[in-house]
């Protein structure tokens, strides 16, 4: 048996508190920012933006995010941990859920309970990479909403004793590639280097990755070594196989969605010229890398019958994963897999606050999974932090200690 070091988790979540936007923008908007109300009633159906509300009377009270004419209510699923043996969609309020999902003194006590150096926190009500604030009309103040998220992100989730354990990751303003541009470099300037972004961007209404729309955004992760995070579900879609199938299948199958997103990243030609950009795909796993791999590179190995794809992309396509990095909490069949993925690029999650979380047993999970793939102890340090920390260069800029 190998030692597990301290744990760096590259995806958690944070439920945001409820006064963040209320606490940031100026007074003139705040009956329409995003602020919290407590009513009576319940989840409706699921759709790409949320679950709707139902207001009744007669129902338990819900605690309901509100901004301009969304409806937003809080739902179990988003703080399941503690309290696993309940739905998913029923709905509560900040007292029913662990307060470490939205206060940074709990969260890092949590964390310490947990094994558990430092970790990266996805949003929640603004969507893993910001949709709620691209599905405004108001432009103006989606972006204040944007830029008062990310100043919570790092002056105050990331900042004091959360600075060099609570990894701030930004969003930036979907709609407009030189407007996201600019907020790279502004948070890289306040300690920044790591963005949410969509793994389909295409699926919120928006040019794909190969359109030559995003380049300016590229372009100032490049300048200033800023991390590309894609979250499973950042498209506002998950992938099913038919109406009737049971709701398991979307969890059991939900990697193809980070799958496309590879394949994408390694034919689009972004990492050929831009050395310093680093992309990571969240809660995709890993055991499926080899195979797309193998065939994107077959694929360039016959490039006479794909006459674009050598001018594109100079050398095997494959040889620029050692920029890309995926992350596991329980496949144990990609870590075993490791030669052919590349023990470089597997990082570990934890999942904090959600249903899949290992939490508050994820040393001993790392500890299962490290002895199930025969790793090593040079290796099992790279897993469980090493890799986390080369990928967000976190010696550079936290001081935290490999």
């Known amino acids: 048996m190998v030692d597990v070091p301290r744990i760096i988790s590259v995806d958690d979540h944070v439920v945001e508190p409820p006064n963040l936007w209320q606490d940031r923008l100026p007074a003139k908007y705040r009956d329409r920012a995003p602020r919290v109300e407590r ?6 159906s699921a759709s790409r933006s949320g ?26 699923g988003y703080a399941h941990v503690g309290h696993r043996d309940q739905s998913a969609l029923s709905g509560v309020t900040y007292d029913d ?64 004793d959360g600075y060099g354990r609570l990894i701030p990751l930004t969003l930036i303003p979907l709609w407009d590639p030189q407007l996201a541009a600019a907020e790279v470099r502004r948070c890289a300037d306040k300690g920044s280097h790591a963005i949410a972004f969509s793994e389909a961007p295409y699926e919120l209404g928006l040019p794909s990755i190969h359109s030559g729309h995003w380049d300016p955004l590229w372009d100032a992760c490049d300048e200033t070594d800023t991390v590309v995070n894609m979250h499973i579900g950042s498209s506002s879609t998950l992938p099913t196989t038919s109406a009737d199938a049971p709701m398991e299948v979307v969890p059991a199958i939900n990697s193809i969605n980070s799958i496309r997103c ?17 992309i990571a795909l969240s809660e995709g796993q890993v055991g499926w890398m080899p195979f797309y791999m193998e065939r994107v590179d077959s694929l360039w190995e016959r490039g006479d019958s794909y006459a674009d794809i050598r001018r594109r992309i100079p050398e095997r396509p494959s040889s620029y994963v050692d920029r890309m990095y995926g992350c596991i909490y329980d496949d144990v069949h990609g870590l ?49 932090r090493g890799n986390a920390i080369t990928c967000y260069k976190l010696d550079q800029y936290f001081g935290i200690q490999r």
């Not at 969260?107 to 009500?125: G, I, K, Q, V, Y």
Request: charged letters at 25%.
């Open 336 to 384: 075993q897999s490791h030669e052919a993925v590349g023990i470089d690029q597997i990082m570990f999650e934890i999942d904090y606050p959600h249903s899949d979380s290992t939490f508050p047993e994820s040393k001993a999970v790392a500890q299962k999974l490290a002895d199930a793939a025969g790793l090593n102890q040079e290796q099992t340090d790279k897993f469980v």
């Open 97 to 160: 859920i662990l307060p470490g999902c939205f206060q940074q003194g709990e969260r890092l006590r949590d964390m310490d309970r947990n094994h558990t150096e430092a970790a990266l926190a996805f949003p929640t009500f603004p969507r893993f990479c910001g949709q709620t604030f691209l599905e405004r009309q108001d432009k103006d103040l989606a972006l204040l909403c944007v830029k008062a998220y990310n100043d919570f992100m790092i002056d105050e989730w990331g900042a004091g």
């Open 262 to 278: 590879f394949v994408d990243w390694l034919l689009s030609g972004h990492l050929v010229d831009r050395p310093n950009l680093r």
């Open 39 to 44: 009513r009576r009633g319940h989840a409706g």
């Open 51 to 76: 679950s709707a509300w139902i207001s009744d009377d007669s129902a338990p009270e819900t605690d309901v995010w509100v901004y301009d004419d969304l409806e937003w209510p809080l739902i179990r």
